[in-house]
Each structure stands twice: as C-alpha cells, then as structure tokens.
C-alpha cells in the first residue's frame, strides 16, 4: 500500500515541473527577446514618426498608402516582441528612404516658402517607449510636425536635416557656436532657394514639466515662447511680424504662450540669426519633460495662426 501511495504522489508532481519549467522558458524567451529588441535599437525615422502621431490625433487624415497602418499593427500586437515581427521595421524604414528619395527626385520642395530649422538640433522630449516608436524624440522631430501641418495649409516648407553637430565637429567649435553653425546652413538655403521669406528656428525650453505644460479643454499643450534678440538692427521687424502671432494664439489659445522674451545686452548672443530676415523667428516648444503628443497639439496651434498671419502678410 505505501508504494502505491507514493507512485501517485510522484505522478501528480510530474505536470506542476513541466508547468514551472514551461513557464521558466517562455520568460527567458521573453525576456531575451526584448533585451536584444531594446538594445538593438531599431531605428525608424523621425519622419515615420510623426505621420503616425499625426494620425493618432487626426483620424480624418487620410494616407496614401498602407505603410502607417503596418507600423500600427506591428508596434501594438501583444506578441510584437515574441514573434519578431520588429523585423518588419528595417523594410519599413527601407521604404521610406525610397519615398524620400523619390520625392527628392521629383524636386516636389522647388519653390519652399518656409524654412525650418534647429540651431539646438539634439534637444529632446520625454522618451518614447522602443517597443512603440524607437525613437527618441527631439526637437527635429517637431520640425517635422510643423512641416507637415503648413503644407498641409498649402505652404512648401523645408526642413533642415544636416548636422548641427558635425559642423560644430568638423570646425573644432563647442556647443556655444550652434547659432554659427545653423548660420552657415541658413545662408546656404537662402542661397539655393530664392522663394524662401520666413525661417523658423525650433526650440525647446529646459525648465521643468509644470512650467512648460498647460491644460486647454480637456487637452494638454506644450507652452510657446518666442525669443527676440535685440541685438539685430532691425530687430523691431521681426518683433512686430511675431507680435501678430502671440495676439492670435493668446485670443485663440489663451495660456498656451508665454509671451515674447527680448534678449540683448553684454555676454548675450542678441542676434540669434533674426538679422538674417525680417520674418525670422525663435519658437520654444515645451521642455525636456513633456510628451511629443503634447509638442504635436501645441504645434498644430501654432501652424494653424502662423498660416493665417502669412496669408495676410502674402496679401
């Protein structure tokens, strides 16, 4: 009788090892599997990005392809990570390059109105999960955004993508020459493309997250600042030209903007380019701690009084 109690008592521990072994294995797996994702860093790029933030927040957008959708569906699927569908994002950014060059090719960007870019290229936003986006979003990435509101108002727009970074490299200067280096790039512009009259310069703040975020019907923003250096002889152009965007956004928007700040003095760069044109502006978006969805609401805000005030100002 007692070897008969122990037979079955072994019997019935069989399929509790097998389970904990099971469970030990798919953890491993699991585990392994998203450590080598996240570590690996796929890299899809800033402009995937924002079509797929602008399509969160806008579902009346209708893409032309299906590639937004793939992404979608790749990055939301439980099993993303297990069954290594991220391998699907290398193709994915495959295309598009082959999209971007295309639209190279056919020169779509000949005649731009505006350009936007970042003397502060490398400041970021508040990390995107790697499992979602693997991306971590800058400064550029809003560049993008605001690219892709104005056309769509029927504005060309181009963005700088050079390297603030390597210039500064390539000549041995520190961080403090950005607006040097962004300077070489802006005449650059203005020399190839003779259409463009208003340069953006896209920043962001570094204070903390209560002083960069504020809650519009039931809606989070990232605030705007604009900078204007009073160094620049005719600083007060410019000054007047943004004055009409802060008294649209604070009527539209109220709370979103901080307002003007006026920089100049000694020790101060006081230019930051503005003597460049006179529809030049220094735009901060949010700080280091806020999301890129709410760097997207505030630059849907801002494009949308930009277009208007150009449009008067285009006659």
Not at 44 to 52: R, T
Not at 95 to 120: C, G, M, W
Request: charged share 30%; hydrophobic share 35%; proline share 3%.
């Amino acid at each position: 009788m007692r070897k008969k109690f122990i037979a079955k008592k072994r019997k019935k521990k069989k399929p509790k090892i097998k389970f904990l072994l099971f469970a030990l294995v798919f953890f491993f797996s699991f585990y392994v599997t998203y450590e080598y994702l996240a570590q690996s860093n796929f890299k899809i790029s800033d402009q995937v990005l924002v079509k797929l933030l602008l399509k969160q927040s806008n579902n009346h957008i209708k893409e032309k392809t299906g590639m937004l959708d793939k992404v979608k569906k790749m990055v939301t699927n439980p099993t993303f990570l297990i069954n290594k569908n991220y391998k699907g994002l290398v193709k994915l950014e495959q295309e598009v390059k082959k999209e971007k060059r295309e639209k190279e090719l056919k020169n779509t960007v000949a005649e731009p109105l505006i350009y936007i870019y970042n003397s502060h290229q490398t400041e970021e936003y508040a990390p995107s999960s790697i499992a979602e986006y693997s991306v971590t979003p800058t400064v550029l990435v809003g560049s993008y955004i605001l690219e892709e509101r104005l056309e769509q108002a029927g504005f060309e727009t181009l963005v700088e993508e050079r390297s603030i970074k390597n210039l500064l490299n390539e000549n041995k200067w520190n961080y403090n020459y950005s607006y040097r280096a962004s300077r070489i790039y802006l005449d650059d512009v203005k020399n190839n493309y003779r259409t463009i009259k208003y340069f953006i310069d896209f920043h962001r703040d570094s204070l903390s997250y209560d002083k960069t975020t504020i809650e519009i019907e039931g809606k989070s923003y990232a605030k705007l600042l604009f900078l204007i250096g009073l160094e620049n002889p005719n600083y007060m152009k410019n000054l007047s030209f943004t004055e009409k965007i802060v008294a649209k956004l604070n009527e539209r928007y109220p709370g979103l903007c901080k307002g003007i700040y006026k920089k100049g003095g000694e020790g101060v760069n006081g230019v930051y380019n503005q003597d460049s044109s006179e529809y030049t502006i220094l735009l901060e978006v949010g700080g280091p701690d806020n999301k890129i969805t709410e760097v997207l609401n505030s630059v849907n805000a801002f494009s949308e009084v930009f277009s208007e005030v150009i449009t008067v100002n285009e006659g």
